[in-house]
């Protein structure tokens, strides 16, 4: 991969466009918060750059190696105890789309809890793992687990499968281009690529920039449905489903559209801040539909 900023992770072209700076010091604060300490991430650096691909529309951050360690996951595991949750809307929606008999490939399979739904639809589910303790859990169920990253499985088994599943992995992903050029070596003719990421809007419910578990070294980029669309055109492929996950977190959700809305029209703002949650929790309720949650899921075919 090329590390140069001007260069696209998704294209491997010099079409991008700065976005935003944030303050590293301030990325720090917000980790604080939640009781982790990543000033080892930031050593030397003051700021960090939102960039954007203009010719799909992905943002990412700058500098790319700014990634999580395996202390990093230990912390997250260990203070927020929702990080691995099961039954995710994104796994309920992707399972309608494996049949029977095929063979699907997870890469960040964890412990296998998509993979044992995978094995009971009657398929052949395989796993790609980086964390030990994980493997040892997953292959403990009888789950095929290869210790190794995407490019490396993709050449040893090109053409293979006929799905091609991760769920809240991409987003941590700096080479979108790698991942989805091997992606597409592992499948066969007419096999999909199946991805679920945190939807940002143009951030986590559309306007929290410093949305914590959206910024790195938790993150590498943002993901909606625009950059979904596009980035299969680049890819050649077909996009057969591109869905939001409905809106659930009503009291996060219109808190921060309120204090966005107070920034520019504060009596506005102060107002909505002093609707009873009872009262806003209802509408949201009926509106949810209309409005885009916290995850997107989105299938492509070869």
């Known amino acids: 991969m090329n590390l140069s900023k001007e260069i696209s992770p998704v294209t491997g072209e010099p079409f991008t466009e700065f976005i935003k700076e944030i303050s590293a010091g301030n990325i720090i604060d917000q980790y604080n918060e939640i009781r982790i300490d990543v000033r080892r991430f930031f050593e030397g650096i003051d700021n960090v750059e939102i960039r954007k691909c203009r010719r799909t529309g992905y943002r990412y951050y700058f500098p790319f190696g700014i990634f999580g360690d395996a202390g990093f996951y230990e912390d997250l595991q260990k ?3 929702d990080y691995y949750p099961t039954d995710k809307w994104e796994h309920l929606q ?36 980086m ?9 403990q169920q009888g789950f095929d687990i290869f210790e190794e990253y995407l490019r490396e499985h993709s050449v040893s088994h090109e053409g293979k499968y006929d799905a091609v599943c991760s769920f809240q992995v991409l987003e941590h992903i700096a080479d979108v281009k790698d991942y989805f050029e091997s992606a597409k070596r592992c499948l066969k003719p007419g096999g999909k690529i199946i991805a679920a990421v945190p939807n940002s809007n143009p951030y986590l419910h559309k306007y929290d920039l410093y949305h914590t578990m ?11 449905k625009a950059t979904f669309r596009k980035v299969a055109e680049y890819f050649d492929l ?4 591109l869905k939001t996950e409905r809106l659930k977190e009503y009291k996060t959700w219109y808190k921060i559209q309120a204090n966005h809305i107070k920034q520019k029209r504060p009596l506005l703002g102060g107002l909505m801040l002093l609707v009873p949650r009872q009262v806003y929790k209802s509408f949201l309720w009926a509106a949810s539909p209309l409005i885009e949650g916290r995850n997107v899921l989105a299938i492509f075919s070869k």
């Not at 964390?131 to 292959?139: C, G, L, Q, S, Y």
């Open 79 to 81: 203070n927020r105890e």
């Open 94 to 129: 992707a399972i309608q789309h494996i049949k029977a008999g095929q063979s699907v490939l997870e890469v960040g399979c964890a412990t296998g809890y998509f993979l044992d739904m995978i094995r009971k639809k009657k398929a052949v589910g395989v796993g790609l793992e």
């Open 131 to 139: 964390n030990k303790k994980a493997i040892a859990e997953a292959r």
């Open 214 to 224: 959206n910024l790195p070294p938790h993150h590498a980029g943002m993901w909606n």
């Open 238 to 241: 077909t996009t057969v489903y």
